[in-house]
């Protein structure tokens, strides 16, 4: 709060003074008071002035400027009220109550929203638990009456969309579900390729797992998804013609342990590199070659993050595409376990 602010907006009370202080003078001049007192008024007139200005001016300074560096230093700025003490003049007490009625409102109407939200997220994880069930039956019907390839896979498309909602709609709150352990690496990509034995077969795959006897500490099951998403994506933007590989090994490094996935598909444009961990992006491949969300590697990263796991991606267009995920080193979690 500024005091060439304050005087400005308060300009008419200071004019009242100024106005009085004048008049007074002029009645003393008619009246002949003397100098000797008129100068004890106008010293006394000046002291209660500046005092009045002042007082009011600090005991407002001290509320605002509280209220601002409150919100500057809070994330979350609506929860300001909460750490404001009531003031002791009445506009900052107006104010102050204001402030507590609005904190009141929003956090019911948050409430509320908040309730409707999950509502809704349990509705979506019931609906997928139960669509699963259909999906797996056509999957093993269609294996056990040797289906044309191309009916397969579009089941399993099916079943990854399934799979990408569910764990989109837990995704955020997925701190209540992780389950920190030390994981072998070898049980994570076992676990994964088993479910994609079928595509891997069916296409024809060069699928080779070399140097991933490390263990990480990870949550399996949120891993296992991000590991899934990713070889999906490799999967669907495949060559359609020549030796088709995917390559996955793991080595140590400064930072931990790195996770590679590697395949020999189309690759990604160098423009839309930056941009495939971005919500909704498809790029030029997701347009070209196959119907794409652009949601899997969004997801993919958000949960890397979550887990405390960095995830990266290199390409080069029509060669190679290889993804990165690096478990950090835990000190603490070696030293507990």
């Known amino acids: 709060m500024k005091f060439g602010k304050y005087i400005k907006d308060n300009k008419i009370v200071v004019i009242i003074w100024i106005m009085f202080f004048v008049i007074t003078f002029s009645i003393f001049s008619v009246f002949r008071i003397k100098f000797e007192a008129i100068v004890m008024y106008a010293a006394l007139w000046l002291f209660a002035f500046i005092f009045s200005i002042l007082w009011d001016f600090f005991r407002k300074k001290n509320y605002y400027d509280e209220l601002i560096n409150n919100t500057d230093g809070l994330d979350k700025k609506y929860f300001v009220s909460e750490t404001m003490k009531e003031p002791s003049f009445y506009e900052g ?3 102050y109550q204001v402030l507590q009625d609005i904190n ?3 956090i019911e109407n ?5 309730n409707s939200v999950n509502d809704f997220k349990d509705y979506v994880e019931m609906w997928v638990h139960e669509v699963k069930l259909p999906i797996a ?12 390839k191309k009916y397969v896979e579009q089941i399993k498309r099916i079943d990854d969309y399934t799979e990408q909602v569910l764990y989109f709609v837990r995704s955020e709150n997925a701190k209540e579900d992780y389950k ?3 994981v072998s690496l070898q049980s994570l990509i076992k ?3 088993m479910k994609n034995k079928d595509m891997i077969l069916e296409n024809g795959i060069n699928f080779s797992v070399n140097d991933v006897e ?11 998804f991000i590991i899934n998403q990713i070889m999906s994506n490799s999967f669907k933007y495949m060559k359609d013609h020549g030796e088709k590989e995917l390559k996955i090994y793991s080595e140590k490094s400064e930072e931990g342990v790195v996770l590679h996935i590697l395949d020999n598909g189309i690759g990604i444009p160098k423009r839309d590199l930056s941009r495939v961990f971005n919500k909704s992006f498809t790029g030029e491949n997701g347009r070209k ?7 899997g590697l969004y997801i993919a990263k958000g949960l890397c993050e979550r887990l405390g796991h960095k995830i990266d991606i290199e390409s080069e267009e029509g060669k190679y595409t290889e993804v990165r995920v690096t478990f950090g080193k835990n000190d603490y979690f070696d030293t507990v376990v």
Request: aromatic share 8%; glycine share 2%.
């Open 180 to 182: 920190f352990t030390k």
């Open 214 to 224: 490390n263990e990480v500490v990870t949550d399996n099951k949120w891993m296992e």
């Open 110 to 114: 948050v409430k509320v929203y908040e």
């Open 137 to 148: 039956s056509l999957r093993l019907m269609c294996h056990n009456d040797k289906m044309n």
């Open 191 to 193: 676990n994964v390729a």
């Open 93 to 95: 007490q107006i104010h």
């Open 104 to 106: 009141k409102s929003m």
């Open 289 to 295: 070659y196959a119907k794409s969300t652009g949601m």
